[in-house]
């Protein structure tokens, strides 16, 4: 089982960046996928959610309205379309499926907004 992120970088305050998870060793379209985040100093923290099939999105407070989950089960890929991005958006960010008994995850990407 693999989750492998990719997408992070250094990015202004106010910009946007797009987050990939590419999934492979299990049956990705079964699973709910979330992307999480660790800033420095702080605890794991749940950013979004999305069904299995797509149909259903949830995203935390300090993100909705500027992050977008999406996937694209053909490619076993989830998506994390972050836009206005602000200082306090700096963390690694991880993917995660959990289900079944499961609970796998990514290495993280880091994800820094700096002037």
């Known amino acids: 089982v693999q989750l492998v992120e990719s997408g992070g970088g250094l990015v202004q305050p106010g910009g946007s960046l797009r987050l990939s998870c590419a999934a492979s060793?299990?049956?990705?379209?079964?699973?709910?996928m979330r992307w999480y985040r660790q800033a420095p100093g702080k605890e794991r923290e749940s950013v979004a959610t999305?069904?299995?099939?797509?149909?259903?999105?949830f995203y935390a407070d300090s993100v909705k309205g500027r992050f977008t989950i999406s996937r694209d089960n053909a490619k076993n890929t989830v998506y994390l379309q972050m836009n206005s991005l602000k200082l306090e958006d700096t963390a690694v960010y991880y993917c995660?499926?959990?289900?079944?008994?499961?609970?796998?995850w990514g290495q993280g990407t880091q994800v820094t907004v700096s002037s």
């Open positions: 995660n499926a959990r289900g079944f008994g499961d609970d796998y």
């Open positions: 999305i069904s299995s099939g797509g149909g259903n999105t």
């Open positions: 060793g299990f049956t990705f379209s079964r699973y709910f």
